[in-house]
């Protein structure tokens, strides 16, 4: 039983950096079977990867998000996590972290996501 829970706060101040977690139980993030990704939707728009990290920490990105975005983990704890800097509200959505497997080249497991607003 893989579950996955996203962590951090609902509002950010334009400019400033989002902070994500993800913490997963059910699985360890240093499985080599997987990738663990965040993906984000925007109101009224699709899904859109931002990136994922594999289990040896080796991290991928989006490439219209890589200049700003960072994701890191803490095996310790099983998590991983999401810094997003320079916010406007056009990264208002709801982020939700996902397992990607390669064996469907899929992500299987979703987090219930969580909404962020970008406000002053």
């Known amino acids: 039983q893989v579950q996955l829970q996203e962590s951090g706060p609902g509002l950010v101040r334009p400019s400033q950096t989002l902070s994500l977690t993800c913490t997963v139980s059910?699985?360890?993030?240093?499985?080599?079977?997987?990738?663990w990704s965040w993906i984000r939707q925007p109101p009224g728009k699709g899904l859109e990867w931002m990136g994922s990290i594999n289990y040896i920490g080796r991290t991928f990105y989006s490439p219209t998000l890589k200049s700003r975005t960072s994701i890191s983990r803490d095996t310790s704890k099983n998590q991983f996590t999401l810094q997003l800097s320079s916010v406007t509200p056009e990264d208002i959505a709801v982020y939700y972290c996902?397992?990607?497997?390669?064996?469907?080249?899929?992500?299987?497991?979703w987090g219930q996501g969580t909404q962020v607003t970008v406000s002053s």
């Open positions: 996902a397992r990607w497997t390669g064996t469907t080249m899929t992500h299987d497991y």
């Open positions: 059910g699985d360890s993030i240093t499985t080599n079977t997987y990738r």
